[in-house]
């Protein structure tokens, strides 16, 4: 069967690093909280690293406007580059046809 995951509000998220950060023993803190220790850590990179996106909810990392153009571009260039290799394909194939018809 399939486990449901659990959603931590923003202020949660916040409080148990408010608490980690006082206590020092993130493990007895997570224990009391009922959540795994990892949690807190990664909670504290995302925070560490982006303070104003960090904790954006339901698992979905937040995005500055550069990496929302970047992330863009990488979707676009993998569409080009697709297409691309399907015209070769098709080019590929269709010249095969066309020397087999003149050698008849």
Request: glycine content about 4%; aromatic content about 6%.
């Amino acid at each position: 069967m399939k486990e449901n995951r659990k959603n931590y509000s923003k202020e949660f998220k916040q409080k148990a690093l408010e608490l980690s950060n006082v206590r020092g023993n993130i493990r007895e803190v997570a224990d009391e909280l009922g959540i795994r220790p990892e949690l807190i850590y990664r909670w504290r990179r995302e925070f560490k690293n982006n303070p104003s996106l960090s904790f954006s909810g339901n698992g979905n990392k937040q995005l500055s406007p550069e990496e929302k153009e970047l992330a863009r571009l990488k979707r676009k260039l993998a569409d080009v580059t697709m297409e691309r290799d399907i015209l070769k394909k098709a080019v590929g194939i269709f010249s095969a046809n066309d020397r087999k018809s003149t050698n008849s």
